[in-house]
């Protein structure tokens, strides 16, 4: 009897066992990002990018470690936006300028780049938003913001890709080098990011939805490096306030 008892209860912490270790945790899903990012060299999607009420569309190519292009869809001034890890450009055909920026603070890389993401786990504490479970990304109306006019549902309404809700604050009292006081991460099953909501220190969002994902594509260095007609002003380190 007693090793009949033993038996199940061996059997019963198994299962406990089992059904603990199946448990998301925020250190599991940042691992998943981190090897996800790892694991591919290149990629490209399509993106819905707001900026206050503002909101424009375009394509993203990025690569390893830390290089990407924005090129925006027209009617958004054909803005484009170059890194190739070492100097960031913005580049406003209309208005005849480019805006210059050497990198040099660090490590350094945008959110979907894979040196944007060790930066950003370095800098931030990450937990769930709210429940651990996988939920529709268009589940997130964003009234709990108490951000004034924000409505995401024009470019989430019936993404029901199933993502992984994070929220990010700085480890650090000062954000001027974070950016934000605060972040939202979708993150998917496979551990890609899909959306991005950062909340200024004015309350202002700064958001990307991203879709039609396509990965490791063939691409040259060079592609992330404009080329600047001789016409257009360049204005050189203005964007990075000194230290």
Known sequence: MIKYLLSILFSVLCIFNNAYSQIMTPDRVVAMI??????IDSYYATFVERSGRNIKNGNLISKNPNLFKLEYSRGTNDQQIYSDGKTLWIIIPQKNVVAEQKLDYGSVGAIYTKEGILRLTSKYNIDFYNERELKPISSFDGRALNIA????????????RLAYHLLLTPKQANVSRTGFPSIHLWVGQDGM???????????????YLFTSFRYNINLNDRAFVPYIPEEMQVLKDGLVPKS
């Open 149 to 160: 006019g924000y409505d995401s549902s024009s470019y989430t309404s019936g993404d029901n």
């Open 193 to 207: 990011i899909l959306r991005i909501l950062g909340i200024s220190t004015v309350n202002v969002p700064v958001e």
């Open 34 to 39: 981190s090897n996800r990012f790892a694991s």
